[in-house]
């Protein structure tokens, strides 16, 4: 079983996340013995487009938005990022578990279905495309990037956050998809509640021990 560092910085920008991801990136780059990282936090209103995305899923274009948007280097197209919703980065050697990206999409839809089955609920995939669906609503959304079999960015999870963020854009460029929030099945579920469920799942899927920080001394 290997060991990564959880970080969890709490409510944080996409711009300090990056910048969070990046460092931690490096470092395995860097040092091939490096200790791989988990990010879990939530972030600001904002929509993020990733490589290649289309403009054309922004329903009133980008002055239509009522967030700020960023350009991020992950696959996928337009989505919404508020608080209610868990971010998941894992920073990952994959040369450690095993070099497909293929196989990693598909662990981190199973991160969420192990969640959603902890909770009582009825999940799956849809052929053809990525993320995780309750019913006919798609709850969680996957996009990742790679560098010399290093991840970066990963899966947000809609939890209790408000839905209408989402109404400006084409979620994920999939016009026929409604959105969905697991509040919506477990009403009064919150963030807190649902973290330590998507942490040992990442765990499990990993074969990981994740280590928390050491405490700051006073």
């Not at 990282?37 to 990733?50: D, E, F, N, R, S």
């Not at 006919?136 to 996009?143: D, M, W």
């Not at 460029?173 to 929030?181: D, I, M, S």
Request: hydrophobic letters at 40%.
């Amino acid at each position: 079983m290997g060991q990564a560092d959880l970080l969890q910085p709490g409510l944080i920008s996409i711009t300090e996340a990056l910048a969070l991801q990046q460092q931690r990136q490096r470092q395995l780059l860097l040092q091939s013995d490096g200790r791989e990282a988990v990010l879990l936090m939530q972030h600001p209103p904002c929509y993020t487009m990733g490589r290649g995305s289309s403009a054309a899923h922004l329903r009133r274009g980008v002055q239509g938005l009522p967030h700020p948007l960023h350009r991020i280097d992950r696959g996928g197209e337009v989505t919404h990022h508020c608080p209610g919703q868990l971010v998941l980065w894992p920073v990952l050697d994959l040369q450690r578990h095993t070099p497909d990206l293929h196989w990693y999409l598909r662990r981190l839809e199973a991160i969420v279905l192990e969640v959603l089955a902890a909770l009582g609920l009825s999940g799956g995939r849809q052929p053809g495309l990525t993320g995780v669906w309750c019913g006919s609503q798609k709850v969680a959304a996957v996009g990742i990037g790679c560098r010399r079999w290093i991840t970066r960015h990963g899966l947000s999870l809609n939890v209790n956050c408000s839905l209408r963020g989402f109404d400006p854009i084409v979620p994920c460029g999939l016009a026929n998809h409604g959105v969905g929030r697991l509040l919506d099945w477990r009403p009064g579920l919150t963030c807190a509640q649902v973290e330590p469920l998507l942490l040992a799942a990442v765990a499990r899927q990993f074969h990981l021990e994740l280590l928390l920080p050491d405490p700051v001394m006073g």
